[in-house]
């Protein structure tokens, strides 16, 4: 069994492109129970994005790419935070407050990062320098869902956005291409504006290393089918990233 707090696949890929996939998972390891919160409430997208694992898996099979996966909630690590964010350890989810977060020690959130978050970027890094050591510059693609509508929130109208912190080629690319030739409603930096943050994977291991990136978010009712969900969306992007110079 795998022992490391992330799951990959295609480790000995050329490809270019990795997929990174933060918020895969629900679980939360046993040490620390489902952190005061009953049962059902981890499965809410408090707890994971909906839809995104089976989006990178099936995308990474099409296009035989690097992935990697967090196994581990979001609540008990958000590894699309920088180790200094507040959000990085939340006590507050939308509006669920979350006990087993509430007044951590200094050492326990070192604990959490060394043990849940370091290891998930010194494997992305891994895989830059093996890409890089193999004359290919990496391009970095980061997946995420989102709700419709957040606790007392507005309805988001879009079925999907692309995000970028400062404008990339890939961000630009998608947008365009999506808006095109997909049926889906398309946004830019929706449902959230990553330009007025400075955070997240692909800003991290894309944007500060200059190389090329963009993020996804999936609207999760597009996956009330799981399955047809997940391989609707994973053949959109698997046509589209295939005609990209940079993948």
């Known amino acids: 069994m795998d022992s490391r707090n992330y799951e990959t696949v295609n480790e000995d890929s050329e ?62 690590i958000d590894l699309n935070r920088r180790p200094e964010e507040e959000e990085l350890i939340v ?83 998608l947008c365009r291409e999506l808006q095109m030739h997909t049926e889906k409603k398309i946004g830019e930096n929706v449902p959230y504006d990553l330009r007025q943050y400075n955070t997240g994977t692909a800003v991290i291991c894309g944007e500060e290393k200059g190389f090329d990136y963009a993020l996804i978010e999936i609207r999760d009712d597009e996956f009330q089918d799981l399955e047809q969900g997940a391989a609707r969306w994973a053949e959109i992007l698997a046509n589209t990233l295939q005609k990209y110079p940079g993948c």
């Not at 604990?111 to 978050?117: A, E, V």
């Open 15 to 76: 490809n270019a492109l990795i997929l990174t996939c933060e918020h895969a998972a629900a679980s939360i390891p046993e040490e620390y129970g489902t952190l005061g919160l009953p049962a059902e409430e981890l499965n809410r997208h408090i707890a994971r994005d909906k839809g995104c694992r089976e989006v990178v898996l099936k995308l990474a099979k099409k296009l035989n790419c690097f992935a990697i996966m967090g196994k581990y909630s979001r609540l008990l």
């Open 91 to 173: 006590t507050i989810s939308d509006k669920t407050v979350i006990p087993g977060n509430q007044n951590i020690s200094v050492e326990e959130k070192e604990k959490r990062l060394q043990k849940y978050y370091k290891p998930y970027y010194e494997a992305i890094e891994k895989q830059i320098k093996l890409l890089q050591a193999k004359g290919k510059t990496p391009v970095i693609f980061s997946i995420h869902s989102y709700t419709p509508q957040l606790t007392g929130g507005e309805y988001r109208p879009w079925q999907a956005g692309i995000l970028y912190h400062r404008p990339t080629k890939l961000a630009d690319y």
